[in-house]
Each structure stands twice: as structure tokens, then as C-alpha cells.
């Protein structure tokens, strides 16, 4: 009887000894998930509880473009993303944040179409679009970003499905930089002058053939 309550008492013992150990190491173990989150803004956080989904959240926000004209020779599911997200950046005259953010898209085979913003036309059409005019300012589809992060254009261009490093061809040539407004080129002035000289003769009255004075009889042909 002595060995069998003795038994017991040891079994009890060491049920306890379980539990509370499990209690001790459960909070432990979680005490170990620590989640990093990196906002917008460029700010770094981290809490023992997980982020929202930002990047399901960017995505969403990111209305696509599909049907963009985007070149061929790109590899094919960087030509699927740009055609849905297309790249685009505007730039100005002596604008280190530009470069910056240009220097960024181009280190990450970023395929993008850059706008320069040079005139009057160009500031105001900037305005009209983006609602301000400060520079840099892209667009990934209809998402828009003013100003140059580092952080957060890394963090809309990866949830829009670009790549982390540059796949794009050794051969591929980003196009040239265009004006955000074409100006319309006026027609040469001698190709002007000889259209209104043209227009002039059409538009004047031809007078009547006087008779030749050589012909008495007044024959017409």
C-alpha cells in the first residue's frame, strides 16, 4: 500500500512538473515570432503581432494597364507585368532626386518610359495629373508616387510583381526621354508661303480670253 501511494504521489509530482514547464516554455516560444514591417514612409517596425497585408493592399491599389504597348524583346513575365503595371517617371533639369530614383529603376531592370517636365505645358499638365508639382514623380499602372523613396518605390514595385534584381537582356535599351507635351512642329515658312500662293490662284477669278485681234472673223474654238 506504502508503494503504491508513493507511486502516485510521484506520478502527480510529475504531471505538475509538465504542466507547468508548458506553461512556462508557451509564451516563450511565441516571445520568439517577432514580425519586421516596413511602412510607406520608410519606417521600420517590429511587434510580436503580424502586419496587415500591405502588400495585398498595394496591389489592390494598383489599377492595371492592361494592353500597354510594352517592347518585345523583354523576357516574358517581366513583358506580362509591364504591360498590366507600366513604369513611368517624370523628371526635371538638375533634379538629384531624379537621378536617384532613375538609378534605382535602372539597377533593378526596371523597364520604364521617362517624361521630362521642362515648360510651362509640362508643369501644368504634372499638375493636372499628380496634383502637384514637385519632382520626381512616378506612376506604376494608376498608382502614384511623388517623391523619391527608396523604401517605398522598392516596396510598390515588388508588390506590383517586378522582380528583385535586374532579368532584362544585355541587348535591352531603355527609349529615350520624351517631353511630357510634344510641341507641334510649325511648317517650314517657304513650304507655307508656297501653299498660300497656291490657295491664292485657286481662289482668284480667271477673266475672260479677250479675242484675238488677228482673227476678224471672230472664229471661237
Known sequence: MKSNAVKSVAQNTLWILVVLA?????????????????????????SDQP????NAKVSATMAGSAGAQVPAALPFE?????AKYPVTLYTGNNCVPCGAGRSLLTSRGIPFTEKTVTTNEDVQTLQRLSGASSLPFMTIGSQQLKGFSDAAWTQYLSAAGYPESSILPSSYRLPAPTPLVAVAK???????????????TAERPVPPMAAPTDNPA????
Open 78 to 82: 517581366l513583358r506580362q507585368i509591364a
Open 218 to 221: 471672230g472664229i471661237k474654238f
Open 51 to 54: 502586419p496587415p497585408a500591405s
Open 22 to 46: 508548458g506553461s512556462f516554455f508557451a509564451p516563450m516560444s511565441q516571445a520568439q515570432q517577432v514580425y519586421r514591417s516596413v511602412g510607406p514612409d520608410g519606417k521600420v517596425t517590429f
Open 186 to 200: 510649325a511648317a517650314p515658312p517657304a513650304a507655307a508661303a508656297s501653299a498660300t500662293s497656291q490657295n491664292e
